[in-house]
Antibody
Framework: QVHLVESGGGLVKPGGSLRLSCAVSGFTFSDYYMSWIRQAPGKGLEWVSYISSGGSSIYSADSVKGRFTIFRDNAKNSLYLQMNSLRAEDTAVYYC??????????????????WGKGTTVTVSS | QSVLTQPPSVSAAPGQKVTISCSGSSSNIGNDYVSWYQQLPGTAPKLLIYDNNKRPSGIPDRFSGSKSGTSATLGITGLQTGDEADYYCGTWDSSLSAVYVFGTGTKVTVL
């Protein structure tokens, strides 16, 4: 069975750092792209970042560029999100998700087919 | 602020049908496949529809998706109380900053 388990969330002061982890099992991790998505309290979903299966291609939302870094360790079946210079507006539940992407009939497809339960990050003084 | 616009809420009685619209532009929906996600209260999102109209294994055929131009639609027939949830559309946006974008979200209420 496919499982994604996030960890590393917690309370951090503005300007601080945190590293989130996502441990996966039940599928060949190195075959898949992976994404981080977050959801602020009472708000909608916000895509944060994705990384290709081998780690060579990375895209991130403008709101986190230069502050957050996504990376992965395929040998450890793990995905990470290094978050620096945290702000109050980064407070959210952070989800990791297995991602399927490609091009079909000239159109790009990209979707998250398996999600973890999330880990909560609170940025507050 | 999301570039994909959904109605904040829709409602209907059990057994009825609801549709949820997702309006975008040529740089997102008009150019790429759309997916839909269901988020039950207090839980993580779940993939409901991918590639505009395909259902993952285990998703009942009461859920359907379609796309026309720069808009997409999610339909739910035979509405059940267990369908009360937030629903989000999503697609890749290939404008200046290539990013994945979610819709603003729609709360479905079963009356």
């Amino acid at each position: 069975q496919v499982h994604l388990v996030e960890s590393g969330g917690g309370l951090v002061k503005p300007g601080g750092s945190l590293r989130l982890s996502c441990a996966v099992s039940g599928f060949t991790f190195s075959d898949y792209y992976m994404s981080w998505i977050r959801q602020a309290p009472g708000k909608g979903l916000e895509w944060v970042s994705y990384i290709s299966s081998g780690g060579s291609s990375i895209y991130s939302a403008d709101s986190v560029k230069g502050r957050f870094t996504i990376f992965r360790d395929n040998a450890k079946n793990s995905l990470y999100l290094q978050m620096n210079s945290l702000r109050a507006e980064d407070t959210a539940v952070y989800y990791c998700a297995r991602t399927v992407q490609g091009i079909l009939l000239g159109y790009y497809y990209y979707y998250m087919d398996v999600w973890g339960k999330g880990t909560t990050v609170t940025v507050s003084s | 602020q999301s570039v994909l616009t959904q109605p904040p809420s829709v409602s209907a009685a059990p057994g009825q049908k609801v549709t949820i619209s997702c309006s975008g532009s040529s740089s997102n929906i008009g150019n790429d496949y759309v997916s839909w996600y269901q988020q039950l209260p207090g839980t993580a999102p779940k993939l409901l529809i991918y590639d505009n109209n395909k259902r993952p294994s285990g998703i009942p055929d009461r859920f359907s998706g379609s796309k026309s131009g720069t808009s997409a639609t999610l339909g739910i027939t035979g509405l059940q109380t267990g369908d009360e949830a937030d629903y989000y559309c999503g697609t890749w946006d290939s404008s200046l900053s290539a990013v994945y974008v979610f819709g603003t979200g729609t709360k479905v209420t079963v009356l």
